[in-house]
Nanobody, 123 residues
Framework: QVQLVESGGGLVQPGGSLRLSCAAS????????MGWFRQAPGKEREFVAA????????HYADSVKGRFTISRDSAKKTMTLQMTSLKPEDTAVYYC????????????????WGQGTQVTVSS
């Protein structure tokens, strides 16, 4: 079992920045990959970014490339998502997730999920 806790969400104006954090606990040694997803009301869960726990492999969604940066601390089992140049379409609940297998862009591949943190981009 792995427990995940997101933090750092909030309200920000367009063009602003937010930094999200995800902390893992429990049987995290079985995890291999961690990712960020987001879901707006009435819409399907969308891939944002992911990395492998013990490698340099990183994937970004095309919609966030150049604006979002994912980073990690494997020893501490933490991951951060630095978001800049935020747009209203970035508004969503952001989730971190852990996969027991390799890096994936698909939400159904992930085994454990946090409760999410709300990001609202509005003027």
């Amino acid at each position: 079992q792995v427990q995940l806790v997101e933090s750092g969400g909030g309200l920000v104006q367009p063009g602003g920045s937010l930094r999200l954090s995800c902390a893992a606990s429990g049987r995290a040694e079985s995890s291999n990959s961690m990712g960020w997803f987001r879901q707006a009301p009435g819409k399907e869960r969308e891939f944002v970014a992911a990395h492998q726990w013990r490698s340099t492999g990183i994937h970004y969604a095309d919609s966030v490339k150049g604006r979002f940066t994912i980073s990690r601390d494997s020893a501490k089992k933490t991951m951060t998502l630095q978001m800049t140049s935020l747009k209203p379409e970035d508004t969503a609940v952001y989730y971190c997730a852990v996969r027991l297998g390799g890096i994936s862009r698909y939400h159904y591949d992930y085994n454990y999920w946090g409760q999410g943190t709300q990001v609202t981009v509005s003027s």
